[in-house]
């Protein structure tokens, strides 16, 4: 193997935490970057997934709960109307 430079601009602070963060885990940031791309190279791709609007646990927890109540109206009351609910809410 014939070591090579790269340089790469970020953000200091954001720099600090993935030191300390590797530090924890036993590395380096070269070690990290290394085993970042061996992993993308072997599968072909950036090794996790990128998204945007990802929903956190809270919010997916949420959605399920009210895709159960949309199958199984019983679990509680819904609303076609949001003055209604509102009405009902504050009553």
Not at 7 to 19: G, P, S, T, V
Not at 46 to 70: D, Q
């Amino acid at each position: 193997m014939e070591p090579t430079n790269i340089n790469i601009r970020m953000d200091k602070n954001l720099k600090r935490q993935a030191e300390s963060l590797f530090s924890e885990l036993g590395m380096n940031m070269t070690t990290a970057f290394n085993i970042f791309l061996r992993q993308s190279v072997r599968e072909g791709r950036i090794p996790f997934e990128i998204s945007l609007n990802r929903p956190n646990y809270e919010t997916l927890e949420a959605m399920k709960e009210a895709e159960e109540m949309k199958q199984n109206p019983s679990l509680g009351k819904s609303y076609t109307d949001v003055d209604q609910m509102m009405k009902e809410l504050l009553d």
